[in-house]
Every structure is written in C-alpha cells, then in structure tokens.
C-alpha cells in the first residue's frame, strides 16, 4: 500500500528556514517522479517543485524558484523541501505527491505558517 508521511512543518518567522520530509513506502521509489504541493486557506492547491526519479532534474513554481530546493534520497525514500526566505504568502498546507499508474497519491499534508 502506498503511503507518504509529510513531516517538518511549524511556525517560522519571514525570513526563516524549514526543511520538509517525506517518507515513502509501498512503492518502488526510485523510480517515480516525486512533488510538492502546497494550498493556502482559500485557494486551489498549487505545483509548488518536482524532481525526476534519479534527482537529476528539478523545476519549480515562479513564486518559489531560488529560494526552495527539492531533493530526494533513494536510499532512505524520503523527498526533501528546503524552504529558505520565507514568506507569509507561502504559508500553506504542504503534500507531497507522486503517481503510480494509474493512481495519484497524496500525503496527509504538514501547516507551514510563516509569520511575526
């Protein structure tokens, strides 16, 4: 059965830092497309970073580019989001996401709140 665990969110000043994980299991993991998603209160959930299977290739939401790094590690199944200058419009329930044909899957989602 697939699962992913998304952990790591909280409250962090503008201008902070917090690194989300999430654990994957039930699923080859190596070998799929892994992303982050993010949906503030109000709005459509929204693509916010995604990685390639080998980690090789990475792209990003406009909002986000320069400041989040996604990463994965195989070895421990387990994709990363590094969010650096934050801001309080990138407060958001965060998911992680991947699909196995023919089903998307989704994590619980962790609350990032960025403010003062």
């Known amino acids: 059965q697939v699962q992913l665990v998304e952990s790591g969110g909280g409250l962090v000043q503008p201008g902070g830092s917090l690194r989300l994980s999430c654990a994957a299991s039930?699923?080859?993991?190596?070998?799929?497309?892994m992303r982050w998603y993010r949906q503030a209160p109000g709005k459509e959930r929204e693509l916010v970073a995604g990685?390639?299977?080998?980690?090789?290739?990475?792209n990003y939401a406009d909002s986000v580019k320069g400041r989040f790094t996604i990463s994965r590690d195989n070895a421990k199944n387990t994709v990363y989001l590094q969010m650096n200058t934050l801001k309080p419009e990138d407060t958001a329930v965060y998911y992680c996401?991947?699909?196995?044909?023919?089903?998307?899957?989704w994590g619980q989602g962790t609350q990032v709140t960025v403010s003062s």
């Open positions: 039930g699923f080859k993991f190596s070998s799929y497309f």
């Open positions: 996401n991947t699909m196995v044909p023919p089903i998307g899957y």
């Open positions: 990685i390639t299977s080998t980690g090789g290739v990475t």
